[in-house]
């Protein structure tokens, strides 16, 4: 199979399970099962908190509460920071995170260029946080273990 291919699987069930853990729940709900998740669930956990506070902030932007919109985006830079920690912790969904959050990092700079002028610092220290984040996951994914 190439490598195309196990991108894409590994995507989809990153999607499905974070539809089947997170179904019907609140941001809030997962939010409170972050801490007791067990390790090896907390970054695909993480990483859907991260794309639902995504939306919300998009939708906040649109609706004009820029205030709320920028608590949103605090959000997606701590559970992507938490994502990326309990991913190279556990060892487990680098690749996956590194993925979702360059998702969210484009996705933000989309935004970015329809805001006002004064709206679109904060979105851009943001999409810059996401990208030391990745940067973190790549090189911990591409390190040498020495022998």
């Not at 089947?20 to 939010?31: G, N, P």
């Not at 985006?73 to 979702?100: G, M, P, Q, T």
């Not at 220290?125 to 996401?130: C, H, M, S």
Request: hydrophobic content about 45%; overall charge positive.
């Amino acid at each position: 199979m190439t490598a195309m291919r196990w991108i894409a699987i590994s995507i989809v069930l990153l999607a499905l399970a974070a539809a089947v853990t997170a179904k019907d729940q609140s941001i809030e709900e997962l939010k409170a099962r972050v801490d007791s998740a067990p390790p090896e669930e907390r970054p695909v956990l993480c990483v859907h908190i991260a794309q639902e506070e995504l939306r919300a902030a998009d939708k906040a932007y649109v609706d004009g509460k820029v205030d709320q919109a920028r608590a949103s985006l605090a959000d997606i830079v701590s559970y992507s920071e938490k994502a990326r920690d309990a991913a190279i912790a556990s060892r487990k969904h680098l690749k996956n995170v590194e993925i979702a959050v360059r998702k969210i990092s484009e996705k933000l700079g989309d935004i970015k260029r329809t805001l006002n002028f004064e709206d679109q610092p904060p979105v851009a220290e943001t999409v810059k946080r996401l990208e030391d984040i990745r940067t973190t996951l790549l090189t911990e994914m591409f390190k040498k273990e020495k022998k």
